[in-house]
């Protein structure tokens, strides 16, 4: 007789459930079942991973298994029911059930009761679980309410409501009672009029998990593995079960077992029913299509105000006609639209990706990066044969991202957007200190262990000799356990977090789709499914993503309007302008988008770009990819004229030639992968997805094999397929596609001609978009200095909250604004400001008439900002000082009588270039006076005939003294 397990948990019950979604598949799969349910509690988070793993197991072995979608309700008052929806419609009113009980709570939380299931359950299989059935053996009992009589008057109302919906699950807990309580239950059930379900409520594919199970238990629990107490596995036997184990455990209950057969077959409802609608974007009586031709012609005219050239027309058309056929002319508009609320607000954006890179998106203002440079735009015959989504991910200032996305919400409605989620995974050290304080390792140990993984490494990192090296025993039992829990617990999920911008849009409701629950940054819900696993499902989404550079851009194109009165966006720049890349070749590109690492700026002389399309190259080079591939010096010698340009094959050319034989790109990569080595579209789609997850979840051993193997079958060396698929396994940890690198290359090239043209500027909005990029304020204010431009120090007289331009004899001038102020609240900076009037003439006028914190008064003295009222930084502070805030206390609100006293005058000595230097770094980071190291260089610079020795003190650059922050006032005593 065949078998159903309905009560499975798998590890998307986070730290509870010890077995992947997959593994739970396979191990379903060898157990002979004919269908598995992922009923994880109150989410359905992985459930599209266990139906991904049923495709893969059809296709690659032959063995069919169906998984039934499903979740595991616990209400809030502890009664526990395993819901399964029969058809779409009962999978949309689970949907809005769940999205009802997160939208309550907060993350992660679902407050849910016995009236929403009531009012949501039509359709729906309630598997109901009797008091005292557990979770897993080491949880706490389901309790509900006052106890089993409040138990039994909920599943009566339960019964009442959904006739023929409801089963009573019995399950067995190995602990030598479970003859008597199955009894108890099915007499419970009886009494209800119930049938009874058999389950071996399962949360680990096999036994072995037991250890890792403890571990998550006690994470959890932020308890040791040896406090755990009956919090521990007694055993390890709730695993899942085969038909004939499970007759064995319910002989006494075969009916239990009948009716699993019943549920299997009224349970047919499948993933791949789901059918994802994007949002028509119909308006009025004008189709999509005929509005994106439209807005397509109207783009033209803007683009090109002379006409655009036959070829673009071409193009053009082309375009059209397979978005038509495709059917994706909806989603080219809803990105329209976004792009077009931005330009209305005056937010600066840039399209990129291989749809994007297209005269259709540079007609329709999504980028700036004219299809006219040459690029692979669009990817036409591969996203057509593959049948890819479109590829559009849009930037925006970071500073007002959040703009757009409340106008997503808003337009569309909360119950029809969402973002996606992001899976948070165990890897690398948060496994070593999670895992390494459950068993009971010291906070030493933990921190030496964890130093010895690099980036997203994992255990295989702490070898034998690596833990000697720190001073441990690798034979230590303890230790080595531990090692052994960490390397089994990579890849496991820890929690859910959101996308950084992937947006779901749908015609009709999304919470009927996959339930939406709040995040927990204010105003913003998200599904519970990740990018993969609506990739499978054949999702669309809109990347809505943040970049800090599109601030910079936008900030420094306003000042260049303020200050010289020309205005310019992306697109109206001055192209292929000779001194910008004559400082590029220089590697001057300090604070330039992408280029600024010392890696980059190392390769810049060596490349020299000259065009556009060398920028796009210099984009995409230093990255895993070509360097894993050894592909970067290739390339170099190639076109320096030091190597011929040759091809693999005639095949290879064709892909390759832009590159002059050499692959750099992702598209190239997958390219290979179907060109070279015989991959189709879909296998090549397979490996690109096994990459991309490889330190997530297993290898690409097999895959590695096929390509190998397809690369020698069609005549090419062992040496250049080993290359290809190194390079293919650099583009799976972090890709770069040219699509992509042609938008980047664009703000590459803008940023870099605000520098070039407008040094003070370009600082100044630098510094206003920070945090961002490699540099500190200290670095990119010393290099806009070297650079001619003169800065000046904040000053409560001249600065505003942000840096500004200022109008000075010869110029311009960077002022320094407040923002640079270590600690000074943004609010406090804008009333200095805005209270200042004709301007302030003493301290204390500061803080009278800003009505400002001591604290600020403090921090503004610190940095100086009082020097313009001739007070210098002791004097200002001591002032400052003297400032308390509220009114004071009534003993002392007056003079005692014959208690006057008058302070002596007070004179500060003068600080050292070194304490004023010092006192700059501590209170903003950067200084304009001198170079630390320029006050040591007489006394590191030997002089001819003397023996080198460094001087122990020297007035002009003493260290400033610790007798208090405002030294010892002359007269004042000492």
Known sequence: MPFSEFCALSNFTFLTGASHPEEMMVAAVEAGLTALAITDVNSVAGIVRAHQKARELARDVGVQIRLVPGVRLILRDGFAVTALPRDRAAWGRLCRLLTLGQRRAAKGACDLGLEDVLDWGQGVELLLHPPGQRLTPASKAVRPGSGAGAWVTQAQRLARRFEGQCAVVLAPHYDGQDAARMARHAALAARLGLPTLASALPFV????????????????????????????????????????????????????????????????????????????????????????????????????????????????????????KLKYEPYFLTVHDIVAFARDQGILCQGRGSAANSVVCYALGVTSVSPEIGTMVFERFVSEARNEPPDIDVDFEHERREEVIQHIYARYGRHRAGLCATVIHYRGKRAVREVGAAMGLTEDTLSALSSQIWGFGGSKDITDQRIREIGLDPADRRLAQTLRLIAEIQGFPRHLSQHVGGFIITEGRLDELVPIENATMEDRTVICWDKDDIDTLGILKVDILALGMLSCIRKAFDLVEKHHDRRFDLATLPPEDPATYDMLCRADSLGVFQVESRAQMNFLPRMRPRKFYDLVIQVAIIRPGPIQGDMVHPYLRRRNGQESVSFPSDALG?????????????????????????????????????????????????????????????????????????????????????SHAASFAHLVYASAWLKRHHPGIFACALLNAQPMGFY???????????????????????????????????????????????????????????????????????????????????????????????????????????????????????????????????????????????????????????????????????????????????????????????GNPVGAGA
């Open 776 to 966: 500190a304020p200290a670095q990119i204010v010393r290099d806009a200095r070297e650079h001619g431009v003169a800065v000046l120090p904040p000053c409560v007289n001249h600065s505003q909250w942000d840096n500004v331009m200022e109008e000075v004899e010869g110029g311009l001038a960077l002022r320094l604004g407040f923002r640079q102020i270590k600690g000074l609240p943004e609010g406090e900076g804008l009333w200095i400001a805005g209270a200042r009037g004709n301007g302030y003439h003493e301290v204390q006028d500061v803080w009278r008439r800003a009505g400002i914190s001591p604290a600020t008064m403090i921090r503004l003295a610190e940095a100086d900002a009082f020097a313009s009222l001739g007070v210098d930084r002791r004097r200002a502070l001591w002032e400052a000082r003297a400032i308390k805030g509220g009114e004071p206390l009534p003993l002392f609100a007056r003079d005692m009588d014959g208690e006057g006293i008058v302070e002596p005058a007070v004179h500060f000595a003068a600080l050292t270039m070194g304490e004023e230097v010092v006192e700059d770094y501590v209170s903003m980071r950067l200084t304009l006076r001198a170079h630390p190291m320029a006050l040591l260089r007489p006394f590191l610079t030997p002089v001819e005939g003397e023996p080198f020795r460094v001087a122990s003190s020297h007035p002009s650059t003493a260290l400033p003294r610790k007798g208090g922050p405002v």
């Open 654 to 738: 064709a892909v390759l030639g832009k590159t002059l034989g050499v692959p750099l790109f992702q598209e190239q990569a997958m390219q290979i992968a179907i060109v070279g080595a015989g991959f189709s579209p879909e296998e090549a789609d397979r490996l690109r997805r096994a990459l991309a997850t490889f330190k997530k979840h297993g290898n690409v051993t097999a895959l590695k094999e096929r390509f190998l193997e397809g690369m020698a079958k069609n005549g090419y060396e062992a040496e250049f397929a080993q290359r290809c698929f190194a390079q293919i396994e650099g583009f799976g940890s972090y890709g770069f596609p040219e």
């Open 205 to 324: 594919h096999h036994p072995s998990r037991r250890r890792l199970a403890d571990v998550l238990t006690a994470i959890r629990m932020g308890q040791k593995i040896e406090d755990l107490g009956r919090h521990a596995l007694p055993h390890g036997e709730q695993r899942l079960r085969s038909a004939t184990e499970m007759r064995r455990l319910f002989a006494a209950h075969p009916q239990a077992l009948d009716h699993v057969g019943t549920v299997a077959a009224r349970v047919t409802f499948s993933l791949d029913e789901l059918r994802y609608e994007y949002p028509s974007e119909v308006t009025g009586t004008e189709t999509a299509a005929q509005r994106l031709a439209r807005l397509t012609e109207q783009g033209l005219r803007w683009r090109y105000p002379r006409g655009a050239t036959a070829r673009v027309q071409a193009q053009v058309a082309h375009e059209l006609a397979l978005i038509s």
